[in-house]
Structures are given as C-alpha cells and as structure tokens.
C-alpha cells in the first residue's frame, strides 16, 4: 500500500463521465452522504469550520459547484451574518439545494445557475471571498480548470478571501479504489461508484499550484492531507473565530456518529501535518 501511494503515478486522469450532476437518484445519494450521520459528515464538519476560519468578517461569499449544499447550508447557520450565494450547473441539484435551505430556514442563502468556467453573472470585484468544495474535479480539462481560475481572481474584491478544496490525483488505481469503497458497507453503491470516478478526474497537486500561481493573489496556499494529495486545499490565512462559534464546532464534532467523529480526528491529523494551521477544533 504505502509503495503503491507514494511510488511513481501509474495512471492518467479520467474526466468524470458526469461533468454536471443532474441524474435524480445520483443527487439523491450524494445529498443522503452528507447527513450528520451520513459519511461525507466528517469531511463537511471539517471543511465548514475551515472555511468559518477563512471567510470570518467577509460580507459576501460564492460557492462555486454548490450542489445540494449539504457544505454550504452548514457554513451558512454557521455564519449567520454572512450572506452566500451558491452557484451550480445542474438545476436538479440547485433543486434539492433549495429545498435543504428552506428545511434549514436560512435566511442567508441564495442560488444561481452558473458555470464556474463562465461566471456570467457575476459582476468583477463583488465578492469578499470565494469557496469551493469537491466541485472542480468535474472539470474536463486543464483549460477549463484554468478559466475556472481566472473567474475566481476577476470576481473577487481586492484583498478577498479564498478557501478551495477537491481531491488531489492519487499515485495508483489501488489507492483510488482503497479510499472509494473504504466505507462501501455504510453507503449507497451509486457513491462509491460516484466516489472512485472523482478520485480518477482529480487533478494534479501540481495543477493546483500552477493554477493558484498563475491566476490567484500570493496570499492564497496550497497545502494537501500529509504526503499523499487526497485533499488539496487552496487558501488565504485564517481568522481568529468568536469564542461561541469555536464552541458550536466543538459541539457538532461532539455530536457525530463515533466513526465519523474518530474520520474527522484522522482529517485534522493529516490536514496538520501537511501544514494546514490552526486546527480549528484545537
Ligand atoms: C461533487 S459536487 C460538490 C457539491 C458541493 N460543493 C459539496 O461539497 O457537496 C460537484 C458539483 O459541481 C457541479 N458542476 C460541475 N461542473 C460545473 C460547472 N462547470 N459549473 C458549475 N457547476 C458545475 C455539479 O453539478 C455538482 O453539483
């Protein structure tokens, strides 16, 4: 295995065969992963405290490839004087995405068809900060992850914050399909089948800090989980957090199933020692 992950890349990148997610029943089991009980929930629980850390005092925030915004509905109870517009292709997912916001009675969350390669409707320089979670590997190719860039740098406001993560490409097909069917048993088969095809479009950690290089300002990093890129993740410094909501982070770690709980133990773990600082749990 640890040969296998760290030894020479064995395999090419293969763009999803999905690149919007439209498909009812995918949407469903990608939506049911993301439950509190669900196994997405350490990895949400983790990246909405990151992402509080990033964009904490910012009046105006994106979301490029919301989906059903499992990520972003949290984020946004989180930060309740933030106002967030989530943007997706797929209108069956900005479907179910409303939905979860007005389950949720959040006040602060608007939607838009938007491709992220595009941004037409956004204007320059009228965002405080722009987050992205899982959401680029369904890029096709390399350019567009490129025009992706260059959106992000022309709709954020000088000085702007920026938190974006996706899976980073992975040396060998075993280590793909190790991370894919990990928690076969406790999900449905379309996300694990959804789960190894990400894995198989993630781009490069390298494309990543070419892309963040060319296009973005120097104060966004690029860091990955330690030594193997399963997640990378692009962003500007943290922000120091209201006592009350480093207290409600806690408390939702506290109240994730035992196994998740002990997932997003092992996310902080790895995320740290790859240099992402400070844990925000710490
Ligand atoms: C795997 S989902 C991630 C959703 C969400 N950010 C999360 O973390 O759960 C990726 C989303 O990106 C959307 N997407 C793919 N290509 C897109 C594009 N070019 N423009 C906008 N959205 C896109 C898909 O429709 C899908 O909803």
Redesign the pocket.
Known sequence: MVREMFGERKFPREPEPD????DPEQVAA?SYA?RIDGVMSAAYLYHSAQISQTIHGCAKVLDL????A??LGQVAQLNPDISFLG????AT?LDSARKHAAALSLPNVGFQV????QLEGISDQSVDAVI????VH??PTRDLLDKCFQQIARVLKPGGAVYLTDFGRLKSLKSVLFFAYMNAEHQPHLFSLDYER?LRAAFLLDDFEDCAGKFLPSSVKVQSTFRVPFLVMLKTPSRALPPALVERLRELRRTLPQKYRSDLDELRFFCKLGGVDPDPFG
Do not use: K, R
């Open positions: 690149l919007v997610m439209d990608y993301g490839g919301c989906g059903p499992t990520q943007v997706d292709l797929s997912m938007e491709d992220i390669t992205s979670t899982m959401a369904h890029l990400s």
